[in-house]
């Protein structure tokens, strides 16, 4: 195992340490905890959003604290939830009273946690609401989750979500618009290398040098199957048109598109597959109405990618496109 570590069972720890010295006008870490909260937070009078899981996503979920997006992310240790009670600092750390939306990835041991944490916050009279994002089309169950996995898509939630709360909205209209989300994001991905988990100290599956996995999970959960590389072409039709046929998109349609790197996949491959995601979408009339291409939600070292794409109306694409300003999104 090479990796740029001291020790395994520290790398969560030292990782939030470097975050919050690198970037103290954003972050704060919550003493004694894996939290990692708004400089300014609590923001008064404004719905919080809070998120989270297990690290190893970066730059989900602490790179998208900040300005009209979450106010605190819960980092568990590699691949592994946070548990209920670091869950429940940062709900009650970034309260002002106007209530707290959790954005769950649907995995098993995150809707458990983050439920428990709600129930937690509720008896000490915090309103609390939560969603629970599932936009992977690939599978319907996996080793991790009851349902259809939570992906890339999440950050389309954190976004237009923490627009909303931005804007003073009240933490029924923001858990609603947040549902809104999820109701219109849809993602599928792929992997031509595994990952290893510091702690395991090796790779958590196995690939041929002419394998890839199709429909593969963030953590390394099976896809749908195993096949020969293809071609750029080939994977981007591959996953873009089971979005696509999932979707159910129309001529007229817009979209926002993400072209999500899983953590080794050079920034050219990205666009090479973001070219033909382009012209399929272009060929099908569909309306490109923003384009977010780099690494969203990876996973660890995994080689691959996984295509997003978020059906928009008027209300989503607005706010969309209003100002955030975090350490992995800025409004350009």
Same mark, same amino acid.
């Given at each position: 195992?090479?990796?740029?570590?001291?020790?395994?069972?520290?790398?969560?720890?030292?990782?939030?340490?470097?975050?919050?010295?690198?970037?103290?006008?954003?972050?704060?870490?919550?003493?004694?905890?894996?939290?990692?909260?708004?400089?300014?937070?609590?923001?008064?009078?404004?719905?919080?959003?809070?998120?989270?899981?297990?690290?190893?996503?970066?730059?989900?979920?602490?790179?998208?604290?900040?300005?009209?997006?979450?106010?605190?992310?819960?980092?568990?240790?590699?691949?592994?939830?946070?548990?209920?009670?670091?869950?429940?600092?940062?709900?009650?750390?970034?309260?002002?009273?106007?209530?707290?939306?959790?954005?769950?990835?649907?995995?098993?041991?995150?809707?458990?946690?983050?439920?428990?944490?709600?129930?937690?916050?509720?008896?000490?009279?915090?309103?609390?609401?939560?969603?629970?994002?599932?936009?992977?089309?690939?599978?319907?169950?996996?080793?991790?989750?009851?349902?259809?996995?939570?992906?890339?898509?999440?950050?389309?939630?954190?976004?237009?979500?923490?627009?909303?709360?931005?804007?003073?909205?009240?933490?029924?209209?923001?858990?609603?618009?947040?549902?809104?989300?999820?109701?219109?994001?849809?993602?599928?991905?792929?992997?031509?290398?595994?990952?290893?988990?510091?702690?395991?100290? =090796?790779?958590?599956?196995? *690939?041929? &040098?002419? $394998?890839?996995? @199709?429909?593969?999970?963030?953590? %390394? #959960?099976?896809? +749908?199957?195993?096949?020969?590389?293809?071609?750029?072409?080939?994977?981007?039709?591959?996953?873009?048109?089971?979005?696509?046929?999932?979707?159910?998109?129309?001529?007229?349609?817009?979209?926002?598109?993400?072209?999500?790197?899983?953590?080794?996949?050079?920034?050219?491959?990205?666009?090479?597959?973001?070219? =033909?995601?382009?012209?399929? *979408?272009? &060929?099908? $009339?569909?309306? @490109?109405?923003?384009?977010?291409? %780099? #690494?969203?939600? +990876?996973?660890?070292?995994?080689?691959?990618?996984?295509?997003?794409?978020?059906?928009?109306?008027?209300?989503?694409?607005?706010?969309?496109?209003?100002?955030?300003?975090?350490?992995?999104?800025?409004?350009?």
């Amino acid at each position: 195992m090479k990796k740029l570590i001291n020790h395994p069972e520290n790398v969560v720890r030292d990782m939030i340490d470097g975050m919050v010295l690198a970037h103290p006008q954003k972050l704060k870490n919550l003493p004694d905890t894996t939290v990692l909260v708004r400089a300014d937070a609590p923001v008064h009078g404004k719905v919080a959003l809070v998120s989270g899981g297990g690290s190893g996503h970066e730059p989900s979920h602490a790179g998208f604290v900040g300005l009209g997006m979450l106010h605190a992310a819960v980092a568990g240790e590699v691949f592994t939830s946070p548990a209920p009670d670091q869950v429940l600092a940062a709900i009650k750390a970034v309260d002002s009273g106007a209530g707290v939306l959790l954005i769950i990835k649907n995995y098993a041991g995150d809707v458990m946690n983050f439920e428990i944490a709600a129930e937690l916050a509720a008896a000490e009279g915090i309103s609390v609401a939560q969603v629970i994002v599932n936009d992977d089309v690939a599978v319907e169950n996996s080793t991790y989750t009851t349902g259809r996995r939570g992906i890339a898509g999440t950050v389309f939630v954190h976004k237009i979500a923490g627009a909303l709360a931005e804007q003073g909205a009240p933490l029924e209209e923001v858990q609603q618009v947040a549902q809104k989300v999820i109701a219109n994001v849809r993602s599928m991905g792929m992997a031509l290398s595994p990952c290893t988990v510091p702690a395991a100290g =090796k790779p958590g599956f196995t *690939l041929g &040098e002419d $394998e890839m996995e @199709i429909g593969m999970g963030i953590h %390394g #959960e099976p896809g +749908t199957h195993r096949a020969s590389i293809a071609s750029a072409d080939t994977i981007a039709e591959t996953l873009t048109g089971k979005v696509l046929d999932d979707l159910q998109l129309q001529t007229g349609d817009r979209v926002a598109v993400m072209i999500n790197g899983l953590g080794a996949t050079p920034v050219m491959e990205l666009y090479i597959v973001y070219n =033909k995601v382009a012209r399929m *979408l272009q &060929e099908r $009339e569909i309306v @490109i109405h923003d384009t977010f291409v %780099g #690494e969203y939600m +990876t996973s660890l070292e995994m080689a691959g990618c996984s295509v997003t794409l978020l059906k928009l109306d008027d209300q989503l694409a607005a706010l969309l496109d209003a100002p955030a300003d975090t350490i992995a999104w800025k409004k350009r």
